[in-house]
């Protein structure tokens, strides 16, 4: 599986961008997506994290209530919807496809992932 974010940029506090991902392999369809993020300095960070169909959403503590994640199979997309950025959202953002396990905020369960895009929030 390939992986590749886009979307995005630097924004004004409150503002909102929308991340998008884009996969090729069979596997993408099959499996849990996530989005992380990574700080300078910092851990990487579990943000969302979507099953196949959808029906099993998890969130971070620190996102619940202002981002929104979603995927399209069709599309072979996963989504991250961001709204009222704050200054500390600032940080590379990364997409994933889940292996095995049910820790999806754990990134040892991620078997794919992709380069990251850079968001950057302004206060």
């Known amino acids: 599986v390939q992986l590749q974010a886009s979307g995005g940029g630097t924004v004004q506090a409150g503002n909102s961008l929308k991340l998008s991902c884009a996969a090729s392999?069979?596997?993408?369809?099959?499996?849990?997506a996530g989005w992380f993020r990574q700080a300078p300095g910092k851990a990487r960070e579990f943000v969302a994290a979507i099953s196949w169909k959808g029906g099993r959403i998890y969130y971070g503590d620190s996102v619940k209530g202002r981002f929104t994640i979603s995927r399209d199979n069709a599309k072979n997309a996963v989504y991250l919807q961001m709204n009222d950025l704050k200054p500390e959202d600032t940080a590379v953002y990364l997409c994933a496809v889940h292996g095995v396990g049910d820790n999806w905020y754990m990134e040892s369960e991620y078997d794919y992932w992709g380069p990251g895009t850079l968001v950057t929030v302004s206060s």
């Open positions: 392999g069979r596997a993408f369809s099959n499996n849990a």
